[in-house]
C-alpha cells in the first residue's frame, strides 16, 4: 500500500516558481527550479534559499537530558553552551553509524536534535528508548517546524536587512532566538553547502511569509531559490557526508575518518563505548579503507556504487559522485584501500560501465571557500 508523499508548508510556492519535485524520504521536495549548475553557483557567488523541512527535529527537555545525550550520542553533549550547536553521531551497540546529527542547547535543561529526513523516526525511537531511566523527555517536534536556509556569501547582508538579531556575533554552529522579517525564529549559522550562511527554525504557518520576505530581499543580491540537487554538489565539493552514501549502519565513525565526533574522555558509558574503542585502534594500526576525493582526468563522471581500481583490481568503491560546477570536473568520495589513500597516488581509475577511467586521488574537501 503506497503512502502520499508528506507536504512541507512551502510545497504550493514551489510550484508555482516551477520548480521539479520529488520524492526524497517520503517527502515531496524541490529537486531544482531551472538550472541546478545556475543555483550551485548562486551558492558560490551570491546566495541561494532552500526549504529543508524535511529535516527531523526532535526536542529533549528535563533535568538529565543532557545526560541523556551523553549516553546516547557519541559526542560530549554537556561541554555544549546555552546557544550552540554540535556536530556529533549516533550509533549502534556495534559502533554502526544510525545518523549524523546537530545538537543545539536552546536553554539549560533544553536540547533540539536535528536528523536526517530518511532517519527521523529511527533517530525518534532511538533516543526515546535510550531515556529509560534518565529523568528526561524526549518529544517528535517534525511537525512543529519549518526550516528555510539561506547559504552564500551575500546570506548575511540579505539576512541583516530583515532582522535586529546580532549576526556579526553569531558564530558558525550557533544559534539565537529572534525575529525575521516579524517571524519569530531560531537562526543558526549552519548549513550543508561550504558557505557561510544561516538555516531559520519558524512555525509552518509563518515559513511561505518569511521565503517570500527572504526572496524579495536577496533581489538585489543575486538570490536565486535552489534544490536538493545543488544542495548535493554543494556538500560534495566541500567534502561532507551523506547519510546512506559516505555513512552507513556499516561503518563507524572512524571508518568513515570523523573519529574525532567520538569523545571516549566524557565521564561515564555511551552507546557503542566498548565497540568504538575497538574501531578507533584498528583506524590508527590498520585501516581497511580511507575516505578520499577523486578528480577526474576526463568528462565521465562516477556515480555511487562504482567500483575504484588500480592495476586491474577493485581497490574501492564510489559513495557519491557528480559534476563540480565549481571545478568544472567530474569528482567523487570513495572509499578506497589505505594503500591507495594518499594524494597524488597515481594509476587509480573508476571503472565506468567496463572502462577504467582515469582520476586523481586528492584530499578533502575539494572545495574551502575564502574566509
Not at 532552500?50 to 549516553?71: C, N, Q, R
Not at 570523523?258 to 584498528?282: I, P, S
Amino acid at each position: 500500500m503506497s503512502t502520499a508523499p508528506r507536504l512541507t508548508a512551502l510545497d504550493a510556492l514551489h510550484r508555482s516558481l516551477g520548480a521539479t519535485m520529488t520524492d526524497f524520504a517520503g517527502w515531496d521536495m524541490p529537486l531544482r527550479y531551472g538550472s541546478e549548475r545556475d543555483e550551485h553557483n548562486a551558492v558560490r557567488t551570491k546566495a541561494g534559499l532552500f526549504d529543508l523541512s524535511h529535516m527531523g527535529e526532535i526536542t529533549v527537555t528535563g533535568p538529565e537530558a543532557v545526560k541523556l545525550l551523553d549516553y546516547a550520542l557519541v559526542g560530549n553533549i554537556s561541554t555544549v553552551g546555552v546557544g550552540r550547536a554540535r556536530y556529533t553521531h549516533i550509533c549502534q551497540e556495534d559502533g554502526g553509524i544510525l545518523d549524523d546529527l546537530i545538537v543545539y542547547r536552546l536553554a539549560e535543561t533544553e536540547y533540539m536534535v536535528v536528523a536526517n529526513a530518511s532517519n527521523a523516526q529511527v533517530v525518534l525511537d532511538a533516543l526515546t528508548e535510550r531515556a529509560a531511566g534518565f529523568d528526561a523527555g524526549v518529544r517528535d517536534d517534525r511537525d512543529a517546524y519549518a526550516l528555510i536556509a539561506v547559504q552564500g556569501p551575500e546570506s548575511p547582508g540579505i539576512l541583516a536587512s530583515l532582522t535586529d538579531a546580532d549576526l556579526d556575533n553569531l558564530k558558525y554552529y550557533a544559534g539565537l532566538p529572534g525575529t525575521v522579517a516579524g517571524v519569530p525564529a531560531l537562526i543558526a549559522r549552519t548549513g550543508y553547502t561550504g558557505e557561510d550562511g544561516f538555516e531559520l527554525f519558524v512555525a509552518p504557518e509563518h515559513a511561505v511569509e518569511l521565503w517570500q520576505a527572504l526572496a524579495k530581499a536577496g533581489e538585489g543580491a543575486g538570490l536565486v531559490p535552489c534544490g536538493l540537487s545543488c544542495r548535493d554538489t554543494l556538500r560534495l565539493e566541500a567534502g561532507m557526508p551523506l547519510y546512506g552514501h559516505e555513512l552507513t549502519t556499516s561503518l563507524t565513525p572512524f571508518d568513515a575518518g570523523l573519529g574525532r565526533v567520538v569523545k571516549f574522555e566524557k565521564e561515564g558509558d555511551f552507546v557503542g563505548r566498548a565497540a568504538l574503542e575497538a574501531a578507533a585502534e584498528r583506524a590508527a594500526t590498520n585501516p581497511p579503507r580511507k575516505l578520499v576525493g577523486l578528480v577526474a582526468e576526463g568528462r565521465r563522471v562516477p556515480r555511487a556504487g562504482f567500483p575504484v581500481v588500480a592495476g586491474g583490481a577493485v581497490i574501492g568503491e564510489v559513495t557519491s559522485g557528480a559534476p563540480s560546477p565549481t571545478l568544472g570536473k567530474p569528482i567523487a568520495m570513495a572509499y578506497v584501500d589505505a594503500a591507495h589513500a594518499a594524494p597524488g597516488t597515481s594509476g587509480v581509475g573508476v571503472d565506468i560501465r567496463g572502462t577504467h577511467e582515469p582520476y586523481e586521488v586528492v584530499a578533502l574537501p575539494f572545495y574551502k571557500r575564502q574566509k
